[in-house]
């Protein structure tokens, strides 16, 4: 399969609640196997009947930190900044993630 997702490809699937970007991402990981990283909600369901793997921001965090990709300050200021940005994310995971990277 051609890795190559056109917004041709992206307008022939239908689905109102996505946009062209998100519908090309995830056909482009349906198409290539590939893990979608969204926190989107809509996204995530269209990712479920396409039977695509996905994963969040707390998934990110957690592989951030488990790899040593991401310095512990930088992963905990990440941690103080979303909830100021309006980013939902769930207070019990938030406060898990503190607590498993000692923030």
């Known amino acids: 399969t051609s890795a190559l997702i056109t917004a041709a490809d992206a307008y022939?699937?239908?689905?109102?609640?996505?946009?062209?970007?998100?519908?090309?991402?995830?056909?482009?990981?349906?198409?290539?196997?590939?893990?979608?990283?969204t926190g989107d909600r809509f996204l995530r369901s269209a990712a479920d009947r396409?039977?695509?793997?996905?994963?969040?921001?707390?998934?990110?965090?957690?592989?951030?930190?488990?790899?040593?990709l991401v310095a512990q300050a930088e992963l905990c200021r990440w941690l103080t900044e979303w909830p100021l940005r309006s980013r939902r994310l769930p207070t019990t995971?938030?406060?898990?993630?503190?607590?498993?990277?000692?923030?």
């Open 12 to 37: 022939a699937t239908v689905d109102e609640m996505l946009s062209l970007q998100d519908r090309q991402c995830l056909l482009y990981a349906r198409d290539q196997a590939r893990l979608l990283l």
């Open 93 to 103: 995971e938030l406060n898990r993630l503190r607590a498993l990277l000692g923030c």
């Open 50 to 68: 396409e039977q695509v793997r996905y994963h969040g921001s707390v998934w990110l965090v957690e592989e951030a930190w488990r790899q040593q």
